[in-house]
């Protein structure tokens, strides 16, 4: 199903993949560097970022400098509350979202919006060298990844095959932990699929996960994004009798952060490979990866509610 281009191209009919294949070194908005220290916080879709964007900020609300707020998706005041806030406190407030939230720079919302939002902060906060190095990747792997590309050649599609009909259990150290509700997210927006996290410390969840009913891990999946530390290889050496089986999303591609020293610019390269990999795993449940019905009615009524 995955190598017939034909009916890929017939069912995509949003076209997520050809939007998806010109994402890299796509992005074209304002890369000035803004004062630190920085703030970060983030709702709707970008309540996920946040914690990935730790390592980039000072602190969550900052009192001077820049406080940066995440927006798109769903507003229930919090875009206004939060600028007051960072103003009372003493910073300059930065809003990124679309165009419901009265932004200082327009996020449209969507699915790839991640990447808007990486590609700003990191030139926002000094961190280009750390989205070249990503973005240098995402272009490396762009080749292999394409719906041209036969699935014995493609890690994505390969990955998907193996998720098909199954809940990905996501599995990361517990530096990388906010990887797992971001592409938490991604499946089951693009993919139309159910993930399950485990959290800062996976070796405590699933340890107990599986004793009261062994027979739930039959149709899980242990999926690890990212690197991977001593407490990754133990929750390996667990669920390997406990679910159907356990995979690196990074081995099918070749290890594609090796070496990467940043840890969101790590992040944006396992976000970008997630992506194909939902977006085939919507094509194999006869899905258009694009974003459902059913979330654009919730997010319209969320905001007419608010208003």
């Known amino acids: 199903m995955l190598d017939d281009f034909d009916a890929l191209s017939a069912l995509d009919t949003s076209g997520f993949l050809s939007r998806l294949a010109a994402l890299p070194g796509s ?48 507003d229930f005041g919090e875009a206004a509350a939060l600028r007051l806030t960072a103003e009372l406190a003493g910073a300059r407030p930065i809003v990124l979202g679309d165009a419901a939230f009265e932004p200082s720079y327009r996020v449209p919302a ?24 990503a973005e240098s990747r995402m272009a490396e792997l762009l080749p292999r990844l394409g719906p041209d590309v036969a699935t014995e050649r493609n890690p994505a599609k390969t990955v998907a095959w193996t998720l098909w009909n199954r809940v990905p259990l996501l599995i990361t150290s517990r530096t990388r932990a906010p990887l797992q509700p971001l592409i938490q997210q991604l499946l089951a927006r693009v993919g139309k699929t159910l993930s399950i996290t485990t959290g800062t410390h996976p070796a405590g969840v699933v340890t107990g996960a599986f004793e009261g009913r062994h027979q739930l891990g039959d149709d899980m999946v242990g999926l690890v994004l990212g690197p991977e530390d001593r407490e990754v290889a133990l929750v390996r050496e667990v669920l390997g009798t406990r679910v159907a089986q356990v995979e690196s999303l990074a081995a099918y591609a070749g290890d594609p952060v090796a070496g990467l020293e940043d840890p969101v610019g790590e992040a944006l390269v396992v976000w970008y490979l997630s992506a194909w990999v939902a977006g085939y795993l919507a094509l194999l449940h006869d899905f258009d990866p694009g974003e459902s019905a059913v979330y654009r009615r919730v997010r319209d009524s969320a905001e007419e509610a608010a208003g």
């Open 110 to 133: 969507g699915t790839l919006s991640p990447y808007i939002h990486l590609s700003y902060l990191g030139r926002a906060t000094g961190h280009v060298e750390a989205l070249e190095a």
């Open 27 to 74: 992005y074209d908005g304002p890369d000035g560097l803004q004062p630190g220290p920085y703030g970060v916080l983030g709702f709707g879709e970008g309540a996920v970022l946040a914690g990935l964007l730790a390592p980039w900020a000072d602190a969550n609300l900052v009192g001077q400098g820049t406080q940066f707020v995440l927006a798109s998706g769903f």
